[in-house]
């Protein structure tokens, strides 16, 4: 079997951790090249796999021998990057979200339309193992027919993610970069609950807030790192997340779906709980994979290497972004907003 060429680009924490394992153990592939402008974070990376560095996004893109790459750049960089490497006909797993927001989304779709190429999105989420049997069990109507649900996923904040210690300027350097909350965080959410239910966000009626990040001086940061959101969705159902960067006990990732028969309480545990009308109920052990947050790179290599079905494209990476773009819209109107089909952008918007 001929193995893959895969480059990283970006070689910060979301790289270290994830992508560059995931690649460097995968038999189907090879980590090939390695790129971050920032010259010893590529070193390192590329010591570590034992595979090259370099420097400038172009030496990826004009190299024959690779076939794919992964962007892990800030989020700020998605779109010039993305955009590049499909137009060089490389194949594109790109971190999330795909973008800053929808008209970089728009063109992303476009470059991706017209390239032929893969574009996928790390939407992981929807590979854990919770979430896939979440999935399996609704359509096998264990809940009876899904009313409505909520969901959180809230941790202590964007600093605490990075691999140093948190800093006082983290938000002062990286805001910039990573936008607020929602895409950080809420993406995942935004994507999630269209993927368990195979629908669609058609509104939402939002409330988004600083209440704690700071600046070095002291100043809240220029941008949301709390918000609520209630979802209304195409075949239906309503819903509510509650996303933040404030929650400073343990993380949150927690989905509670209610359902005509029942409820069915996903990752409040470690497993899932099904509660029935009638008293009863089932408990689904979810066992502990240290490989969880590596399927995502794992699924993109067995897609190319047409051993799976791509579990999200472009196409899912722009109605996150269209439903995020409502949710900025609602809390600066105060009032419910429609999402923007992602039809009028996609060919086979869905």
Same mark, same amino acid.
């Given at each position: 079997?001929l *193995?893959?060429?895969?480059?990283?680009?970006?070689?910060g924490?979301i790289a270290?951790t994830r992508h560059a394992?995931?690649v460097?153990?995968?038999?189907?592939a090879?980590?090939?090249?390695?790129?971050?402008?920032?010259?010893?974070?590529?070193d390192a990376l590329?010591? &570590?796999?034992?595979?090259?560095?370099?420097?400038?996004?172009r030496?990826v893109l004009?190299d024959a021998?690779?076939?794919?790459?992964?962007?892990?750049? /800030?989020e700020?960089?998605?779109?010039?990057?993305?955009?590049a490497a499909? &137009?060089e006909?490389?194949?594109?797993?790109?971190?999330?979200?795909?973008?800053?927001?929808?008209a970089?989304?728009?063109?992303i779709?476009?470059?991706?339309?017209?390239?032929?190429?893969r574009?996928m999105?790390a939407?992981?989420?929807?590979?854990s193992?919770?979430?896939?049997?979440?999935?399996?069990?609704?359509?096998q109507?264990?809940?009876?027919k /899904?009313l409505?649900f909520?969901?959180?996923?809230?941790? !202590?904040?964007?600093?605490y993610?990075?691999?140093q210690a /948190?800093?006082?300027?983290?938000?002062?350097? !990286?805001?910039?970069?990573?936008g607020?909350?929602m895409?950080s965080?809420?993406?995942?959410?935004m994507?999630? *609950?269209?993927?368990?239910?195979?629908?669609?966000?058609?509104?939402?009626s939002a409330m988004?807030s600083?209440?704690d990040?700071?600046?070095?001086?002291?100043r809240?940061?220029?941008?949301?790192?709390?918000?609520m959101i209630?979802m209304?969705?195409e075949?239906?159902?309503?819903?509510?997340?509650?996303?933040?960067?404030c929650?400073?006990?343990?993380?949150?990732?927690?989905?509670?779906?209610y359902?005509?028969?029942?409820?069915?309480?996903i990752?409040?545990?470690?497993? *899932?709980?099904?509660k029935?009308?009638?008293?009863?109920?089932e408990?689904?052990t979810?066992?502990q994979?240290? !490989?969880?947050?590596?399927r995502?790179?794992?699924?993109? *290599?067995?897609?190319?290497?047409?051993?799976a079905?791509?579990?999200?494209?472009?196409d899912d990476?722009?109605a996150c972004?269209?439903?995020?773009?409502?949710?900025e819209q609602?809390?600066?109107?105060a009032? !419910?907003?429609?999402?923007?089909?992602?039809a009028q952008?996609?060919d086979?918007?869905?």
């Amino acid at each position: 079997m001929l *193995i893959m060429k895969v480059a990283i680009i970006g070689c910060g924490a979301i790289a270290q951790t994830r992508h560059a394992p995931a690649v460097a153990a995968n038999p189907d592939a090879e980590l090939y090249m390695v790129c971050d402008p920032v010259k010893a974070n590529a070193d390192a990376l590329a010591a &570590q796999y034992h595979t090259r560095a370099v420097y400038d996004i172009r030496e990826v893109l004009e190299d024959a021998a690779v076939s794919a790459v992964i962007v892990c750049t /800030p989020e700020r960089f998605h779109c010039e990057n993305v955009v590049a490497a499909l &137009q060089e006909g490389k194949d594109v797993l790109c971190e999330k979200p795909l973008a800053m927001n929808t008209a970089e989304g728009e063109k992303i779709v476009q470059a991706w339309r017209e390239s032929g190429k893969r574009l996928m999105v790390a939407f992981g989420q929807r590979l854990s193992a919770g979430h896939t049997l979440a999935k399996q069990l609704l359509k096998q109507g264990k809940i009876g027919k /899904p009313l409505t649900f909520r969901t959180a996923l809230a941790h !202590r904040g964007a600093e605490y993610a990075a691999l140093q210690a /948190p800093e006082a300027d983290f938000y002062d350097k !990286r805001l910039a970069g990573i936008g607020d909350v929602m895409l950080s965080v809420g993406c995942h959410r935004m994507d999630l *609950i269209p993927y368990l239910f195979d629908t669609r966000i058609t509104a939402v009626s939002a409330m988004t807030s600083t209440l704690d990040k700071r600046y070095a001086d002291g100043r809240l940061i220029g941008a949301a790192d709390h918000a609520m959101i209630h979802m209304e969705l195409e075949n239906q159902m309503v819903g509510s997340a509650w996303i933040s960067w404030c929650d400073y006990g343990e993380t949150e990732r927690g989905s509670v779906i209610y359902g005509t028969e029942g409820t069915m309480h996903i990752y409040e545990q470690p497993g *899932i709980v099904v509660k029935k009308k009638d008293g009863g109920g089932e408990e689904y052990t979810i066992e502990q994979d240290p !490989r969880e947050w590596l399927r995502i790179t794992d699924h993109f *290599i067995a897609v190319l290497a047409g051993q799976a079905e791509a579990v999200c494209d472009g196409d899912d990476g722009l109605a996150c972004l269209l439903a995020m773009e409502a949710v900025e819209q609602s809390q600066r109107e105060a009032r !419910r907003v429609a999402v923007r089909p992602p039809a009028q952008y996609s060919d086979n918007g869905r």
